[in-house]
C-alpha cells in the first residue's frame, strides 16, 4: 500500500524517533509499504517519519535500476563508523519536493541495523549508498538535509514548502 508522505514543514520530521523493541506483523507490514511508496514516488531512500511513524525505521535502494533491485530495510539503524574523507552530492527528499542542493558528508559510513527478518546486520556503504544512509538516519533524528545550508536558503525553501501545502490543501489532493 502506498503511503502519503508528509510535506516539510511538519512536526512529525522534526521528532527524534522511537527505537523498535520487537519486529511484529505491522512493522513489517510497515516497511513493505514504505518501500512500495519509494518505488512510487520515485526515491532511493524513505524514512518511517516520512509517512507519519516516528520509530527508527528506513529503507532504501540506491541501484536505480528495476532490472538489479537491493531493497533494504534497516531497523534500528546506527553508524557506527565514518571516514575522514568527504563527499559532496546535490541532495534531495521525498518530504521537499523539487529542492536539491549540496550537502556534505564522509563518502564512507558503516551502519549497524536489524533487518525483517530479526538478523543483525553490519556493512560499510560507500558513495550514493553513504550519503542516502546517512540521510535516511539523520531523519530519524529529525534532521533534513536543509538544516546543513544556510539560514537564509533554508528559510527560503521552507517558505516554498509552506506555499505548496497550502497549494495541495486548496486543491484537496
Ligand atoms: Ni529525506
Not at 7 to 27: G, M, N, S, V, Y
Not at 91 to 98: M, T
Given at each position: 500500500m502506498i503511503r502519503p508522505i508528509l510535506?516539510?514543514?511538519?512536526?512529525?520530521?522534526?521528532?527524534?524517533?522511537?527505537?523498535?523493541?520487537?519486529?511484529?506483523?505491522?512493522?513489517r507490514r510497515l516497511?513493505?509499504?514504505?518501500?512500495?511508496?519509494?518505488?512510487?514516488?520515485?526515491g532511493i531512500g524513505l524514512a518511517a517519519p516520512q509517512v507519519g511513524i516516528t520509530k527508527?525505521?528506513?529503507?532504501?535502494?540506491?541501484?536505480?535500476?528495476?532490472?538489479?533491485?537491493?531493497p533494504l530495510i534497516l531497523f534500528n539503524p546506527q553508524v557506527?563508523?565514518?571516514?575522514d574523507t568527504l563527499s559532496t552530492y546535490e541532495?534531495?527528499?521525498?518530504?521537499?519536493?523539487?529542492q536539491y542542493a549540496d550537502v556534505q558528508r564522509?563518502?564512507?559510513?558503516?551502519?549497524?541495523?536489524t533487518d525483517e527478518t530479526g538478523t543483525a546486520q553490519e556493512e560499510t556503504f560507500e558513495g550514493l549508498w553513504a550519503t542516502c544512509v546517512q540521510h535516511e538516519i539523520d531523519h530519524l533524528n529529525g534532521k533534513?538535509?536543509?538544516?546543513?545550508?544556510?539560514?537564509?536558503?533554508?528559510?527560503m525553501i521552507t517558505r516554498k514548502m509552506e506555499k505548496l501545502k497550502r497549494e495541495i490543501a486548496r486543491e484537496g489532493r
Open positions: 510535506i516539510h514543514p511538519d512536526p512529525r520530521l522534526k521528532k527524534q524517533c522511537d527505537p523498535i523493541r520487537e519486529i511484529t506483523a505491522d512493522l516497511a513493505s509499504d514504505m518501500l512500495e511508496t519509494m518505488y512510487d514516488a520515485p527508527r525505521l528506513i529503507v532504501m535502494d540506491c541501484m536505480k535500476s528495476p532490472d538489479a533491485p537491493r557506527t563508523w565514518t571516514s541532495e534531495g527528499c521525498l518530504s521537499i519536493p523539487e564522509p563518502d564512507r559510513a558503516t551502519v549497524t541495523w533534513l538535509f536543509i538544516d546543513y545550508l544556510g539560514l537564509m536558503r533554508r528559510q
